[in-house]
Every structure is written in structure tokens, then in C-alpha cells.
């Protein structure tokens, strides 16, 4: 489905943010990437959602080469991918029912955009999806309302409405709670099996990468240093991936690094 190769993104003078990145996903599930701040994690995706440009290689969703795709053609392979942001970018004054259901405005008019009249089968849709995100009492609360944990469960029905090829994830469990981000985490492994799609998931928390994913993939340097089972995260890889770090008397990875990001490097 997606198919990434020698992807480059270089901001300025400095290391590249992403150097020769190759990642093949052809599977549902969670594929964790994990990696210290500036490894360039954020940059991965929004380098594949062209929120930034490349500056080399290429990136293919389901045949299409995406990276040259300009106006209508872009807007419509962006509408495939969905997108799960660590801030929520929920429009506060709005409904919950209405929230989600901005993830069809890639597919219906302008008018029904601005009048927000929706088919009736994108509502129902809206409503199914709130019920599995255990939100379908919440369809006329505002989303400023809402707690973290809420929002970002609207943030995850959104993107499942755009009936998405893949879900992009940028550190969906950052501004939550332990226990919420399990919970997050939790949906977002069943829900991708459940509708078939697979979710690139950025995250600092190696425990929740094991614990969830199918793959991880590590990043260092703008350079993927790992790509394998969550199980064969060792400490001699996670050393690899995050250099000096400290850990717990139990091994559990508790600083993401001592060693600050080089200058012109994105996380």
C-alpha cells in the first residue's frame, strides 16, 4: 500500500532531517516509529502527507507516486490518508458529530461543506464510528468540552470517515495521561484490523511501540537504524537508536537522549 524510497529531506545547511528512508507497508496493524527528538519521525510523516516537501526520493500510496502530485490530484490522494495529530486539531466550537464528520469534506460539494449537509450514509457512518470510540453520547457536546483522552478519540473517528487508505499517527498519545494512552493505543490497533488499514504511528514511548505494534521501525539521525519485530527491541538496540539514555532498574527507556538535535534536524 505504501512504498517509500531513498526519501530525503534536507531544511538547511546540517545533517538531512531523512536521508535514503526505504519503508515498504503492505498490512494492516501498527508500525511503530520510535527514535529521539530531531531523528526525524515528524518529518516522515509529513513528508508522505506533503504538509512538507521532499527533497528527494519518492513515496507511493497504492501504486501512485505522490511526491510530483500538484492541485486536484494532490487533494485527492491527501483525502486517502488519514491524519491523527498530538494537538487534536478539533475545531472547538463545533459538535462532536460535527467534527467527525469533517473528515468527509474531501468528498462532498462546496455547498454542502459550507452548509454542512451531509448524506445521510457519512452520518450514519459518523454515528457507527462514534459508538466504537465509546463517544455516541457525546454527538452534540462542543469539542471544547471534551477531555484529552475524548478528543483524541474524536480525532481518530475523523480519521477513520475518510475511509483512508493509511492513518498517519504523530505522537497521537504525547499530551495524554498513562492510562488514556493506553485506551488510545487500544483503538487504534483494533480499529485498524478491524477496517483493514494500516497506521504509521510516531512515538516516544518505546513500552506502548512493544506493546501495540507489529513493527517498529528506529530512527537516528534521519537515518532508520532498526526495522523488525517489536520483540527484538534489545538494549543493545535501543542504544543504537537513542544513544545515551537512561533507564529504570528495569530496563524501561526513561530520557529519549543526552544528546540535543543537530542543528537543521526536525523531529
Given at each position: 500500500?505504501?512504498?517509500?524510497?531513498?526519501?530525503?529531506k534536507?531544511?538547511?545547511?546540517?545533517?538531512?532531517?531523512?536521508?535514503?528512508?526505504?519503508l515498504?507497508?503492505?498490512?494492516?496493524?501498527l508500525?511503530?516509529?520510535?527514535?529521539?527528538?530531531?531523528?526525524?519521525?515528524?518529518?516522515?510523516?509529513?513528508?508522505?502527507?506533503?504538509?512538507?516537501?521532499?527533497?528527494?526520493?519518492?513515496?507511493?500510496?497504492?501504486?501512485?507516486?505522490?511526491?510530483?502530485l500538484?492541485?486536484?490530484?494532490?487533494r485527492?490522494?491527501?483525502?486517502?490518508i488519514?491524519?491523527?495529530?498530538?494537538?487534536f486539531?478539533?475545531?472547538?466550537?463545533?459538535?462532536?458529530?460535527?467534527?467527525?464528520?469533517?473528515?468527509r469534506?474531501?468528498?462532498?460539494?462546496?455547498?454542502?461543506?459550507?452548509?454542512?449537509?451531509?448524506?445521510?450514509?457519512?452520518?450514519?457512518?459518523?454515528?457507527?464510528?462514534?459508538?466504537?470510540?465509546?463517544?455516541?453520547?457525546?454527538?452534540?457536546?462542543?469539542?471544547?468540552?471534551l477531555?484529552?483522552?475524548?478528543?483524541?478519540?474524536?480525532?481518530?473517528?475523523?480519521?477513520l470517515?475518510?475511509?483512508?487508505?493509511?492513518?498517519?499517527?504523530?505522537?497521537?498519545?504525547?499530551?495524554?495521561?498513562?492510562?488514556?494512552?493506553?485506551?488510545?493505543?487500544?483503538?487504534?490497533?483494533?480499529?485498524?484490523?478491524?477496517?483493514?488499514?494500516?497506521?504509521?504511528?510516531?512515538?516516544?514511548?518505546?513500552?506502548?511501540?512493544?506493546r501495540?505494534?507489529?513493527?517498529?521501525?528506529?530512527?537516528?539521525?534521519?537515518?532508520?537504524?532498526?526495522?523488525?519485530?517489536?520483540?527484538?527491541?534489545t538494549?543493545?538496540?535501543?542504544?543504537?537508536?537513542?544513544?545515551?539514555?537512561?533507564?529504570?532498574?528495569?530496563?524501561?527507556?526513561t530520557?529519549e537522549?543526552?544528546?540535543?538535535?543537530?542543528s537543521?534536524?526536525?523531529?
Open positions: 500500500m505504501l512504498k517509500i524510497t531513498k526519501l530525503t534536507i531544511y538547511g545547511p546540517g545533517r538531512p532531517a531523512l536521508y535514503e528512508f526505504d515498504a507497508i503492505d498490512e494492516p496493524g508500525t511503530a516509529i520510535i527514535g529521539p527528538s530531531g531523528a526525524g519521525k515528524s518529518t516522515l510523516l509529513r513528508c508522505i502527507n506533503r504538509l512538507v516537501e521532499p527533497t528527494s526520493g519518492s513515496i507511493e500510496l497504492d501504486g501512485v507516486e505522490i511526491t510530483k500538484k492541485g486536484a490530484a494532490l485527492d490522494v491527501r483525502r486517502r488519514g491524519m491523527i495529530f498530538q494537538s486539531n478539533l475545531i472547538d466550537r463545533l459538535t462532536v458529530m460535527e467534527n467527525v464528520l469533517s473528515g469534506l474531501g468528498y462532498v460539494s462546496f455547498w454542502q461543506a459550507l452548509t454542512r449537509r451531509f448524506p445521510q450514509e457519512d452520518i450514519d457512518r459518523a454515528y457507527y464510528l462514534l459508538e466504537r470510540v465509546g463517544l455516541a453520547h457525546y454527538v452534540n457536546k462542543r469539542a471544547d468540552a477531555s484529552g483522552g475524548e478528543r483524541q478519540r474524536v480525532g481518530v473517528a475523523r480519521a470517515m475518510q475511509d483512508p487508505k493509511i492513518i498517519l499517527a504523530d505522537e497521537p498519545t504525547a499530551s495524554l495521561d498513562p492510562k488514556t494512552s493506553i485506551q488510545i493505543m487500544g483503538f487504534l490497533k483494533e480499529l485498524s484490523e478491524e477496517f483493514s488499514i494500516p497506521v504509521l504511528v510516531n512515538l516516544h514511548n518505546v513500552e506502548l511501540a512493544r501495540y505494534s507489529r513493527r517498529v521501525v528506529g530512527l537516528q539521525g534521519g537515518r532508520k537504524v532498526f526495522d523488525g519485530n517489536p520483540g527484538a527491541l538494549e543493545d538496540v535501543l542504544d543504537a537508536i537513542y544513544g545515551t539514555a537512561d533507564r529504570d532498574p528495569e530496563g524501561v527507556l530520557l537522549s543526552s544528546t540535543a538535535a543537530p537543521g534536524v526536525a523531529g
